[in-house]
T-cell receptor, first 117, second 109 residues
Framework: GAVVSQHPSWVICKSGTSVKIECRSL??????MFWYRQFPKQSLMLMAT?????????EQGVEKDKFLINHASLTLSTLTVTSAHPEDSSFYIC?????????????FGPGTRLLVL | KQEVTQIPAALSVPEGENLVLNCSFT??????LQWFRQDPGKGLTSLLL?????REQTSGRLNASLDKSSGRSTLYIAASQPGDSATYLC????????FGAGTTVTVRA
């Protein structure tokens, strides 16, 4: 149980285009999902917290107008990278809590690799 | 702001040797700490979760300890195997997860 999927697994796009990444909890409902970014040889950095039915909470330094997050249902959160540029190329990973956030682990998706040319 | 540090950054050992991976964090007001494994280009696999009230957790060849007061956790992997080669990340949970940069382990056959 507790499977999180992401789609697509990788995407290549031209500079200036927008890219949407989906994160789904397959067998549980997730009120809260998280989006992380990982640059090569670096650790995961939390970008934003996505709450179902409300606006996402962005970490300091993350442009909310560039990284649009929508959590329209209890099983789906989407991250849209708007007007992508080469510096946005990264590995994007989502996660979701199952159960109480202070007791349970986060379950992570397999990640989406974005390459902006 | 929580800062998580992992030492060493990389480790190479012969098969069969025990592995010791260290993680330190600056703010001891945490709910739990997790150790993850990440294979190249892949997502995260949760290995062990230690609640703040616990001192250690064990799963098979893996044992993780937690000393919250000193802000330290150690992951022990006994009798390492080539399949243990991966990057190991620790993350502390104070509602949000803060990750260390990881220790990249290579186990030589």
């Amino acid at each position: 149980g507790a499977v999180v999927s992401q789609h697509p697994s990788w995407v290549i796009c031209k500079s200036g285009t927008s890219v949407k990444i989906e994160c789904r909890s397959l067998d549980f409902q997730a009120t809260t999902m998280f989006w992380y970014r990982q640059f090569p040889k670096q650790s995961l950095m939390l970008m934003a917290t996505s709450n179902e039915g409300s606006k996402a909470t962005y970490e300091q330094g993350v442009e909310k107008d560039k990284f649009l997050i929508n959590h329209a249902s209890l099983t789906l959160s989407t991250l849209t990278v708007t007007s992508a540029h080469p510096e946005d190329s990264s590995f994007y990973i989502c996660s979701a809590y199952l159960g109480d956030w202070n007791q349970e682990t986060q379950y992570f998706g397999p990640g989406t690799r974005l390459l902006v040319l | 702001k929580q800062e998580v540090t992992q030492i060493p950054a990389a480790l190479s050992v012969p098969e069969g040797e025990n592995l010791v991976l260290n993680c330190s964090f600056t703010d001891s007001a945490i709910y739990n700490l997790q150790w993850f494994r990440q294979d190249p280009g892949k997502g995260l696999t949760s290995l062990l979760l230690i609640q703040s009230s616990q001192r250690e957790q064990t799963s098979g060849r893996l044992n993780a300890s937690l000393d919250k007061s000193s802000g330290r956790s150690t992951l022990y992997i006994a009798a390492s195997q080539p399949g243990d080669s991966a990057t190991y990340l620790c993350a502390v949970n104070d509602y949000k997860l803060s990750f260390g940069a990881g220790t990249t382990v290579t186990v030589r056959a």
